[in-house]
Structures are given as C-alpha cells and as structure tokens.
C-alpha cells in the first residue's frame, strides 16, 4: 500500500504542489520582510523531509528541519546551502546510517549551519506528536521538538 502510494509522490509530483504553497506562502505574508532578516521556515517530517532538504537547496527557505527522514538520497544532503536541523533515528531503516552520516560530513565540508541528532532507543515516527507510552519515547519526542524551536528561532 505505501509502494503505491509513493509511486504516485514522486518529486516531480510532489514539488510543484510545495512550490506553489510556498508562493501563496509568500504572497499572503508579504506584507512580512522576506530581505534576509527573515523568511520562510520549513519543517518536514518523515515523507516531508526530503522536501525541506530540497528546498533548501534553494533560496525559498530561509532554514529548515527535519525529523525522521524518509528515502532521503545523498544528492538531497549533498545540495543543502541553508541552514538545517536534523533529528534523526538510529538504525532507521528508512533514512539509513550511512546516508545520514555521509550527509554530515557533506554539510561539515560545505561549511552549511547545521545540527544533527540521533535518538536512540526511539522508532521512526518518535518526533511526531502521539501518545506514547514510553517515557523515553516522550523525552526524546519533546527534546526534538524543543531542538527544532531552538535553531529555527535562531534562523
């Protein structure tokens, strides 16, 4: 069922969708200075995160954040110029270790403004407000959420 599904959001799909948000974004807001000092924040969680990391490869964010990716390529790392955030699983089998790890040394190496963490312990889908049971679920659920505030706002 989820085959199908991404089947049919393929970037070439799903980005013009996303494009043409964030320009009714942009022009609803445009009364708000998008000159630098501020801009578009993008956060994306899961099937969205690759999307953030694509936009910001472009100058329609101004930073963004990602929680648990999903099927996020090395090229989608390798093409980030904007300042991102990542709050990542440990042994995800849907944005695996040595993507991720390739992806940081890519944005150490290009100089990108950037944070990483890995959350142990936790399944794919932990940063995603639900009801957890397991305290260290919640824990790492809430410090990913308070990582995401706390870089964005610097942003």
Not at 22 to 33: G, I, N, P, R, S
Not at 47 to 67: N, P, S
Not at 123 to 131: I, M, N, R
Request: charged share 25%; with cysteine; proline share 3%.
């Amino acid at each position: 069922m989820i085959d199908m599904w991404l089947a049919r959001h393929t970037p070439e799909n799903t980005m013009p969708i996303i494009e043409k948000v964030l320009k009714a974004v942009k022009e609803t807001y445009a009364d708000k200075a998008y000159d630098g000092s501020m801009g578009v924040l993008a956060v994306g969680y899961c099937f969205g995160a690759k999307y953030v990391l694509r936009l910001a490869a472009t100058d329609g964010i101004a930073a963004g954040a990602v929680a648990h990716g999903l099927l996020i390529s090395k090229e989608d790392i390798a093409g980030v110029k904007k300042p991102v955030t990542l709050a990542c699983v440990e042994n995800d089998m849907f944005f695996p270790d040595e993507v991720r790890d390739g992806g940081r040394k890519q944005l150490q190496d290009n100089n990108i403004d950037h944070e990483l963490r890995v959350y142990s312990g936790v399944p794919h889908g932990f940063a995603v407000y639900g009801s957890y049971s397991e305290e260290h679920i919640k824990t790492a659920q809430k410090q990913a959420f308070d990582q995401f505030l706390e870089f964005l706002g610097k942003h």
